[in-house]
């Protein structure tokens, strides 16, 4: 039986689109909806979802792999029943990263340039001459995370002229970036750091990693980012940074709950920019573009780049 695609990513309102952009790149391929009431498991089923629903969990482990539409997968990781053995393979490709790298450019020229004041001012119908001769030749971006995104970025920010430094868990060369790895070199990396930018992905070793001791570790009005996930940082701990000038401003495209309550300070806060989890989704012709290309792979054996390492949680 050919390989066939299983597709509840983001609810059944949305399969048509999903179904019109698999029949663009992969005419020959059949994929179907798993709200569609008439559907049954064949035995090379793949799966492609974001957050399952409960129901279909116990399905997943008789599927032959399965892709998610996010690089994240932490939300699947952590559900009770989620299977160990079958393979997990996280959501890549060229648009994804370069929609990052867009993404945290500028956020980084955002802090650099003090926007969010800007913007304050215009709202405010307020025209105050606030230069800032801050460049990006003279200014430090440190990338936690090297990892397919971080590594993309870093090259990135580098080419337009940043200075870069990356911090990830094993020693390794990124190109024109200066690598730091391990939990002992930490603080020495976050010293020489300007902005910040959080592109962890979130496991046991990692969430609450970012709290008021690891923010004193970064010189006096750093800029942070964050594009990994709100469960890194201490909520409480980021807004008291932010009110005593440790952090001169932050820009947060993933924050903890989301959707962020209303009562939230975040909201209202004049050093902060929020956005809506947005910073990185690739359209979905270039997600089915790359489901195919991960189906084709397992389907002669081979190991998919972005293979997920459920004992380590990335
Ligand atoms: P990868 O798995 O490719 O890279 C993860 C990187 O983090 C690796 O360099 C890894 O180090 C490092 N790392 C993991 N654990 C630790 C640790 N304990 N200490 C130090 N370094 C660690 O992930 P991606 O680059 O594809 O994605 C990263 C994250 O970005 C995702 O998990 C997701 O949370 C977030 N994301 C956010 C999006 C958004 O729109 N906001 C969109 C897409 C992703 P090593 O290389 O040594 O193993």
Redesign the pocket.
Known sequence: MPARIVISADGHEVFESWRQAFATVAPDLPVCSWFDPAWQLQPDDYALVWKPEPEHVECLAHMKGIICT?????HLLSLPDFPQDVPLV???GEQ?ARL?ADYVLWAVISLLRGARTWALQQQHAVWRNNVCSRTSDTTRVGI????????FVAQDLARFGFCVSG????P?DVEGVTVW?G?ENLPGFLAEVDVLVN?????P??EGLIDSDFFQHLPKGAGFVN???GKHVVQKDLLKALDDGTLCGAVL??VTPEPLPAESALWQHPRVILTP?????ASREMQARYAVNVVACLERGERPA?LCDVA?G?
Request: charged content about 20%; hydrophobic content about 40%.
């Open positions: 996010g690089a994240g997968v932490d996280r959501m890549g994804t990052m936690m995370g090297l990892g397919h995104l971080g590594a911090w990830k868990r094993l390794s790895s939990r592109l962890l992905p979130a496991t070793a990692t594009v990994g996930r495209d993933v989890h947005v910073a990185s989704e972005l380590r990335y």
